[in-house]
């Protein structure tokens, strides 16, 4: 796997505790400028890094309104609750457990929220399903609403707190991250207010993009943590085909979120130079994707069987692009093609030391005077009165010729309307560089 972009900056010194780090990482994207364009990417950098960093640093995150009702709360709270998230959605933040009294002032919520300040490392007691107790850490900063500037609610962490007496330097380790974390929440809160206040001239091609893998994530990560909740048997005894059906929701879930954030990166990258470039296995690639599209196909009685035994080779690209691209190709081929047809898979030399894989189908086909138009973004052929419609927006190929050029390779199509399509993948033979 290819570490995330904030690894790959420059090593930090050796004695550089976790605060620290995280601090010099959102250091690295402070200067600002006013280019738009390069405004719209810092946003969305500093936003992937602030998540990874948070994912891995903290246990969940919460926001509320300005009644402090829930507003936000991240999926592993609902494994303590053994609820999920979104029943939390619109109750008081206190629903979840009490702030206990005590510590130094700044770790004193409630004086704070009176007076809209942020608070760190409050003592807060949740019980969960299995009626036991757990201690968080929150804390909290409060952000106001664009141009009016009034208050909106609290953004935070929550931080499962240490055995009852840490040393001093974990504790120091603690406060410096907290430091640093809602330095992070504040950061970001100022490069979102200033992206909001440019003049909407960002590229196209890069805000949606942006904005999209954000809307794909949240029902995302609903699917991934309700089918996690569910596996966790809080709901009572799960029988084993359930547990299977349940386990491969989870994984597609999961490859759908590593390929939005993808896209968001290869869109962010201007010639995707985050992708990866490993050594892969076709017929590995080629089960891997058969086996996310099992299902539509059984539904619409197309017949895969010849996907995958032609599959030879080894290529070099990026594992998960390319599976994408071979699940958006088999996807098209079964949605354009009528129930009963068939769709197949080979492999055959290419020219200039590429592999080429070859997807074909038994359906509607493409018209000569389209078939350079549907790799571009948003662009669908008309059905033919009386003909297939299919559900979609034109993103797919677009998206994926754009990861196999990135790639070093390309995606091309041969087609007569009524006799089917061939969509060809040409990648790089590992070791042909
Ligand atoms: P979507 O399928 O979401 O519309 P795509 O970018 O994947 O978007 O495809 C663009 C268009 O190309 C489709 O709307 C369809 O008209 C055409 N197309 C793609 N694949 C096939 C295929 N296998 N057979 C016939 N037409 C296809």
């Not at 903290?58 to 509320?64: G, Q, R």
């Not at 805000?207 to 048997?233: F, K």
């Not at 008309?382 to 979609?392: H, I």
Request: glycine share 10%.
């Amino acid at each position: 796997m290819r570490p995330p972009e904030w690894e790959r900056t420059t090593e930090p010194p050796q004695d550089e505790n976790l605060g620290g780090r995280i601090a010099r990482i959102l250091a690295d994207v402070a200067p600002v400028d006013h280019d738009t364009r390069t405004a719209a990417s810092r946003v969305a950098t500093v936003s992937a890094r602030y998540e990874d960093l948070l994912r891995s640093t903290v246990d969940w995150l919460w926001e509320t309104d300005a009644d402090l009702s829930l507003t936000f709360v991240s999926s592993p709270v609902a494994l303590k609750l053994g609820l999920p998230a979104q029943v939390l959605i619109g109750r008081p933040l206190t629903s979840l457990g009490e702030f206990t009294p005590g510590g130094r002032p700044d770790q004193q919520p409630e004086a704070a929220i009176r007076a809209r300040r942020p608070f760190r490392m409050a003592a807060f007691a949740m019980t969960g399903s299995g009626e036991r107790q757990a201690t968080y850490h929150l804390s909290g900063v409060p952000y106001f609403e664009d141009g009016s500037g009034r208050f909106a609610g609290y953004r935070g962490t929550a931080i499962l707190a240490p055995p009852p007496k840490p040393k001093a330097s974990a504790d120091n380790e603690l406060r410096a991250l907290a430091d640093a974390l809602e330095e992070a929440l504040l950061h970001q809160q100022q490069l979102s207010a200033e992206l909001a206040a440019q003049p909407a001239e960002a590229p196209l091609h890069e805000v949606p993009l942006a904005q999209m893998a954000h809307e794909l994530r949240t029902p995302l990560n609903a699917i991934i943590g309700y089918s996690d909740l569910a596996l966790s048997g809080v709901y009572g005894p799960l029988g084993e085909r359930y547990a299977d059906c349940l386990r491969t929701i989870r994984e597609a879930g999961q490859h759908l979120d590593r390929l939005v954030v993808q896209m968001h990166d290869t869109a962010k990258s201007e010639e995707g130079r985050l992708l990866a470039a490993e050594v892969l296995d076709v017929a590995e690639l080629v089960a891997k994707a058969k086996a996310l599209v099992v299902l539509p196909a059984q539904e619409s009685d197309i017949d895969i069987s010849r996907v995958g035994p032609m599959a030879a080779g080894q290529v070099t690209g990026d594992p998960v692009a390319s599976t994408q691209i071979l699940v958006n190709l088999l996807t098209n081929a079964i949605k354009y093609t009528p129930t009963g047809g068939s769709v197949g898979l080979e492999t055959q030399a290419g020219p200039n030391g590429q592999l080429q894989i070859v997807i074909w189908d038994t359906g509607i086909g493409i018209p000569p005077d389209e078939q350079a138009k549907i790799f571009t973004t948003a662009y669908r052929v008309q059905p033919v009165a009386g003909g297939l419609v299919a559900p979609g927006h034109g993103f797919g190929l677009a998206i994926s010729r754009e990861l196999a050029r990135a790639m070093g390779g390309d995606l091309t199509v041969s087609s007569q309307p009524g006799q089917g399509s061939r969509f060809i993948l040409s990648l790089p033979l590992a070791g042909s560089a």
